[in-house]
């Protein structure tokens, strides 16, 4: 499903107009992902945890040249599903 998929299911489901829907959906986005930035969680009861890891530095290989390389420490986003979630998608 892609953002505009969601804007149409919404538009579809509320009636709300699709500019004002576009203008929510965005704005959730946007505050997500300025929180994500922050190293801030996100919980949306009953669909998961949006979050950050910090991935620690580590040495890697690049094949086509046969030479080892450093990887630097980063932080990435993750996502851990509800439990509630899990069952419905598994049932």
Same mark, same amino acid.
């Given at each position: 499903? !892609?953002?505009?998929?969601?804007i149409?299911?919404?538009? %579809?489901?509320?009636?709300?107009? %699709? !500019?004002e829907v !576009?203008? #929510? #959906?965005?704005?959730m986005?946007?505050?997500?992902?300025?929180?994500?930035?922050?190293?801030?969680?996100?919980?949306?009861? $009953?669909?998961g945890?949006f979050?950050?890891?910090?991935?620690?530095?580590?040495?890697?290989?690049?094949?086509?040249? $046969? !030479?080892?390389?450093?990887?630097?420490?980063?932080?990435?986003?993750?996502?851990?599903?509800? %439990?509630?979630?899990?069952?419905e998608?598994?049932?």
């Open positions: 499903m !892609t953002k505009a998929d969601l149409d299911a919404i538009y %579809k489901e509320t009636g709300i107009a %699709k !500019t !576009t203008q #929510v #959906v965005e704005s986005i946007s505050n997500m992902r300025n929180a994500m930035i922050e190293k801030n969680s996100i919980y949306i009861r $009953g669909f945890t979050g950050i890891k910090h991935r620690a530095a580590k040495t890697g290989r690049n094949i086509t040249k $046969g !030479t080892t390389i450093q990887i630097e420490a980063r932080d990435i986003p993750s996502f851990k599903p509800s %439990k509630s979630l899990l069952e998608m598994n049932n």
